[in-house]
């Protein structure tokens, strides 16, 4: 089995403030994602592109597809206002520096 990176980044309309209070009130949403198969993820930023977004470990590519198929992503545009920005790339990962507890 290989584990799935996923990484999600977007351009909002929303200001810095309401983007993080948004961040942090969907982490329990995500921290239910790990019995679907969801071993990390990372909210990260870049101010010289000011994008924002997700970096996401998953178990298989199934549960990427899930993820990607189901109501937190697929309202990702509408929740934090993206236009058209909205972007995703899978890779694998081929292997990891420090083992990964499941």
Do not use: H
Request: charged share 30%; net charge negative; with cysteine.
């Amino acid at each position: 089995m290989s584990l799935k990176v996923l990484k999600v980044t977007f351009k909002s309309a929303k200001s810095i403030e309401e983007l993080s209070k948004m961040s942090e009130a969907s982490l329990p949403k995500f921290r239910a994602l790990k019995e679907r198969g969801l071993i990390q993820k990372l909210y990260v930023s870049n101010p010289e592109t000011e994008e924002r977004g997700g970096i996401y470990i998953f178990e298989s590519q199934e549960a990427v597809e899930e993820y990607l198929n189901g109501p937190i992503y697929t309202s990702i545009a509408e929740r934090f206002e993206t236009g058209d920005t909205l972007r995703y790339e899978i890779v694998d990962c081929n292997f990891t520096l420090y083992p990964i507890e499941k």
